[in-house]
Nanobody, 121 residues
Framework: QVQLVESGGGLVQPGGSLRLSCAASGSIFRIYDMGWYRQAPGKQRELVAT???????NYADSAKGRFTISRDNAKKIMYLQMNSLKPEDTAVYYC???????????????WGQGTQVTVSS
């Protein structure tokens, strides 16, 4: 079974920081692009940032200059360092990965279960 598990969410005051982690586990042959998405109440899920296997990153305008995406390919972990957090960053954050599993070489788009980030004083 291949899965993604996020951690690191929580409650933080405006201007604060959080670091989210996403660990991929199971019988994984290869991981291609990975990314962070978020969904606020009543809104559609939106892209936050993506990163290739070669560590090339892409950010939504809302994340540029405040968030940093990174990954450790050997450990199969992706991170999102979030600084200068604002109330409008409040959302459930999901990790996503394009992966191939060993068992049948199926390549698919996988999602984690999400982690809540709340920015409030």
């Amino acid at each position: 079974q291949v899965q993604l598990v996020e951690s690191g969410g929580g409650l933080v005051q405006p201007g604060g920081s959080l670091r989210l982690s996403c660990a991929a586990s199971g019988s994984i042959f290869r991981i291609y692009d990975m990314g962070w998405y978020r969904q606020a109440p009543g809104k559609q899920r939106e892209l936050v940032a993506t990163i290739t296997g070669g560590h090339s990153a892409n950010y939504a305008d809302s994340a540029k200059g405040r968030f940093t995406i990174s990954r450790d390919n050997a450990k199969k972990i992706m991170y999102l360092q979030m600084n200068s957090l604002k109330p409008e960053d409040t959302a459930v954050y999901y990790c996503n990965a394009d992966m191939i599993r060993w068992s049948d070489q199926y390549r698919g788009d996988y999602w984690g279960q999400g982690t809540q980030v709340t920015v409030s004083s």
